[in-house]
């Protein structure tokens, strides 16, 4: 990558470090976990619910509407097709899918530091998708535009817990519908080096995006490097539809990689029971998966899961529930055993602000995300309200959570340094430890150092001005934007871009479908 | 048990299950996990930890001060005592505790309803224990009383999610230091039929705690029943202190359990890294269990860690960060390995108030703390700065927590129903589950239902006056302590215990050590 992305930039290696480096963005790679995933069922259960959802795909099917090409292309690889009804032979998703789909990949960012392994013992973090909404504490909570989306992209670029810019960040709502996916392409590009979504809302707009990433990367590159990681969602139960379908296709062909992610509010769009769920949910993302291999075998494609509980009084989302943690370790259980990267979690809750409920909404989403070893998290930073809005506090919150599960999987240090017996003995009883050889040695990097929390006296907090951790969130994020630099971009590639965005603009009259 | 109570007690298990129904407490079993623990390190990363134990304890030792019986003791047993310090042999005090310690053991409660399993696979959360200050939204922080010293019991008793009534929930500094252990025993048998802990702050108000106990619960049902469970915390590095001595013997002469813990803020009484921590951890408590279990050979002893890491800009103690949460788990496999019931965890956080720092970081402790298989977890709910003070709004929001714990650790339903194969067949594509007979079945079981969490629309909460979730836990323990009823208490009992009290009181001035 360094030779091609080298023509199209300037000052070739040494000058982009030089450039790096004047930045000052503080880099944390993508966590490779040292720990064994937590598992919830063993073998016989996850056997059973694989046998259950082949049983699915072969007696339901699963409805794969307005899209004639897929039917033939499913027929044609073995599958029973009625109509837009298909069932699948027992088996037969699992083999496709095993036989072409990589078990692990890299998805290649502008910035060669900023490369994301998907799959194996990674994980990747990337922030909120799709809200249309926006929150501060400053400006409460309103509508998002395309500046709230910079900023966003702005943040996960400086953030260094965060590995990935993400896709719809929140929907710039002040940009015509058929037109802001090149508005949120271009800011991916231009305010982040970091790896990044296209657009998935209709299929010419992820052609839109291809063309875009064929500006910005070279057309050879992308034929052989996913350079977007794009979410195509079932339309649950047992549904994949044209949009999606049509979006999905525009990838493969190119090679671009894609999350087929079951969406599964459950109780409304499956069964209540987890069991019930992932049974559902692995028959509609082989489906999905098996589309995807059978149009170009080989492009990178990740499993998805996205379960939510639901109150029963009233039907909302619930999230931070145990059953959608059940539901998460089990998937990427059998994500592992079908031999895919998986993509679950988030920094999940259905709280209006940052606050407590949040929060251990959050954590009850994220710390088993991690310990399931999910390989491609949305929604890590940034989520409230059921994904109706991305707050700016709670991405600062969340980022730091993040930054915490990076030292978690890191594992327990069992070098002599970390065994510290010999520290122990020296010190001998009664004596602290505070300005000992072995503190003073492992002083710098001894614990995670939280940028939000505070750790202060009572005392001291109250004369701070008794802030909560919302409130100091809110500081650190007008620091982070006010101290924004953005990575160097070719000029050539900028107005490349440009030009196409202006070109594919004029071409169209305003829309808000 | 049901028949020596009976005898206290009036209208025989009858008359009792009528006046509990009449209170319509809910209660809720402790967890017994489904789940295998989740584990950071394997056999031989483990056995590395407890052989660097092993050296500690042979090659620096252990300061035993003040107790000259307890030096007398060890020394029989074959440890090489010289002046205070107690070096152990190599495998000595695991093959004393392994030789009479349970692994497991119920602890009585005065409701048989509420008996706990103490070890194995079962969790048991118990409240906040030992802060000065209090904390809620109307009053802010003060010093604790009496009162907020019942009220939290209260609180704890009609909780479901707790299932212990903790011991110095909050310090009541209007009674004086000297006398305040009785009114707290008092009032955990009193306002509450849950099990309790004892008090550990002198030997003598040990043997107050076991002299009330006999009264509440009869001599001869004491010395075959624990039914108090004490915290006895190391002075760490390597010391144990007179007043724990006195204390762990006072409760172990009279076959009461206690918890041997090793209170370590990381950096300070230990050095920074997990592996030291752990090491030296297992040191002190295996010493420590070793006096227990030459003080009275089979008195049930369960093995504790307490530890957080530091800022290392101030010294304050910090939680919720990756490294205890390393520590806790490790902790964790190596009670399984040695054979005891084990303590840690809780929701634990330096933030001042019930905000979004409080909940991430006890958060971060008890998902740990519930993965790694703790048996006994103090400070499930409402603690707050470092442990200065507890909260109600915190207790509220914690003990849901615990709640969703119970849930997630019962793993994934296998049977037929949870399998929902059929109701998904029945189905279909595209069609809603909300109405089907599989969700009408499931409906009120199927998922955890949060009493503080929000999930209403933005539009709706805004109506409800956009409280978070602090403020809807304000309104939630103040209804349940208007609806507290108090446990029946035969009046013989609670005479005897008034007396016994009114004349502990009247022997000795007011002192405030």
Redesign the interface.
């Known amino acids: 990558m360094t030779e091609i992305m080298g023509n199209r930039r300037t000052g070739g290696r040494e000058g982009r470090r030089a450039v790096r480096l004047s930045h000052a963005v503080e880099r944390l790679p993508f966590l490779t976990r040292a ?2 995933p ?4 063993g073998d016989e ?1 996850l056997s ?2 694989e046998d ?1 959802a082949d ?2 795909l072969q ?5 794969f509407r307005g899209d004639a090409e897929a039917l033939r292309l499913l027929a044609s690889a073995g599958a029973d097709v009625d109509g837009e ?1 298909v069932r699948f032979p027992r088996g037969m998703c699992r083999s496709i899918v095993q036989a072409s789909a990589p078990r692990q990949f890299t998805q290649y960012a502008r910035n060669e530091a900023n490369h994301v392994e998907i799959g194996g013992p990674h994980t990747v973090f990337a922030p909120n998708y799709g809200s249309p ?1 926006v929150r501060d504490l400053d400006g409460g ?1 309103r509508y998002g535009t395309i500046e709230d989306f910079r900023n966003f992209v702005k943040l996960a670029y400086a953030s260094p817990h965060l590995h990935h810019s993400g896709g719809t960040v929140c929907e710039p709502v002040d940009v015509p519908v058929n037109k802001r996916h090149l508005d949120m392409v271009y800011s991916h590009i231009r305010y982040s080096d970091k790896p990044f979504m296209g657009s998935v809302t209709a299929p010419e707009r992820a052609r839109d995006t291809v063309e875009m990433c064929r500006l910005a990367f070279g057309a050879d590159y992308l034929e052989t490097h996913p350079v977007t990681l794009s979410l195509i969602n079932a ?1 649950s ?3 994949w539809d044209s949009v999606m379908l049509g979006a999905a296709r525009a990838y493969a062909e190119a090679n671009q990689a894609t999350l087929l992610t079951p969406f599964i509010l ?11 769920v ?3 949910t692995l028959a509609e993302a082989l489906a999905g998966m098996t589309f995807v291999q059978l149009t170009r075998p080989g492009a990178p494609v990740v499993m998805g899961s996205f379960a939510s ?4 009084q ?5 999230f ?4 959608p ?2 539901v998460l370790y ?1 998937m990427a259980s059998l994500a592992r055993r079908l031999g895919v990267p998986f993509r679950s979690g988030g920094s999940l809750t ?15 989403t994220l ?1 088993p995300t991690v ?1 399931a070893g999910v390989n491609f998290v949305l929604h890590a930073a940034g989520w409230l ?2 994904g ?2 991305i707050g700016y506090e709670k991405f600062i ?1 969340d980022a ?2 993040c930054g ?2 990076a ?2 999987v890191k ?4 070098s002599e ?5 010999e ?3 020296a ?8 300005g ?1 050889a ?2 003073l040695a ?3 990097t ?5 940028e ?7 005392e001291q ?2 004369e701070d001005g ?1 802030l ?3 409130q100091r969130a809110n500081a650190i994020w007008k620091r982070m934007l006010r101290e924004y630099e953005a990575p160097p971009l070719d000029p050539a590639i900028d107005e490349a871009l440009l030009d196409f965005i202006a070109r594919r603009k004029a071409s169209m009259p305003d829309s808000e479908i």
């Open positions: 720990l064994a937590f598992e919830v069922l259960g059973i619910i259950n049983t699915l007696e339901v099917g699963i409805d009804r909404f909570r339309n139960p047992l549904v459950a109780g409304a769009m499956a069964p209540v029971t987890a069991a019930g992932a049974a559902q509980s639901m109150s029963m009233s039907g909302a989302p619930t931070g529930t145990p059953e943690a059940l089990t259905a709280s209006k602000v940052a606050d407590a409920q949040a929060a251990y909404e959050s954590a009850a710390q310990l309200e059921g109706l809005a919150l730091d959570q915490m599960m030292v978690f594992g327990v240090d069992m340094n970390g065994q510290a017996v520290a122990i003995i010190n001998g009883p009664g004596q602290h430890f505070l000992t072995h503190t492992n002083f710098e001894a614990f995670y150092r939280s939000v929390a505070d750790n202060n006296s009572f907090w109250e008794s909560d951790a919302a």
